[in-house]
């Protein structure tokens, strides 16, 4: 099942995104799980459709083991989602001209090399890597859509 956090994987429209937690008060849970979405909205630019819960039942293939200090009446509970949209800064820039899967391929690899870059900042949302993305250049952009950047854009990070 997939899950939000740091995974990264290439997303489509249409796909559902997945965040789960050990639950004894849904309510609570569910605004967590609600959290969860907002800040992958924030960091990777997806905008979902409404989040619908389950709980599913301990015995079931998708459930993990309970971590340690799970009460014995806790749920398994899943939020899912569809992406139905991407993040999308306006005006004129770059970062609205390209297609949609080379956009988060940008925005992954510039939070990737970020990281690498700047291992005690905490990671860009997708305004601030559609910003430097934007900075780069058509150059750049086209030089990492085909392969070829890498080692430039980890220079311009380095840099600042």
Avoid: C
């Avoid at 489509?12 to 909205?41: C, M, N, P, Q």
């Avoid at 971590?67 to 970062?95: C, H, M, R």
């Avoid at 988060?104 to 997708?126: D, G, M, S, V």
Wanted: charged share 35%; aromatic share 6%.
């Amino acid at each position: 099942m997939p899950s939000s956090g740091d995974e990264k994987q290439i997303h489509s429209l249409g796909d559902l995104h997945y965040s789960a937690e050990w639950s004894v008060d849904r309510k609570k849970s569910e605004a967590g799980i609600a959290e969860s979405f907002e800040t992958d909205k924030e960091t990777n630019g997806l905008i979902f459709g409404p989040i619908k819960y389950e709980v599913l039942p301990r015995d079931h293939d998708k459930v993990p083991e309970p971590y340690l200090g799970v009460p014995d009446n806790a749920k398994f509970l899943v939020g899912a989602a569809k992406i139905v949209a991407f993040v999308q800064e306006g005006g004129d820039s770059i970062t609205n001209d390209i297609d949609k899967k080379d956009l988060i391929k940008l925005r992954e690899l510039t939070q990737k090399i970020w990281r690498k870059t700047n291992p005690k900042e905490r990671i860009l949302k997708t305004k601030e890597l559609d910003k430097v993305i934007n900075e780069w250049g058509e150059k750049v952009v086209h030089d990492e859509v085909t392969g070829e950047s890498q080692l430039v854009i980890e220079r311009m990070l380095a840099k600042g």
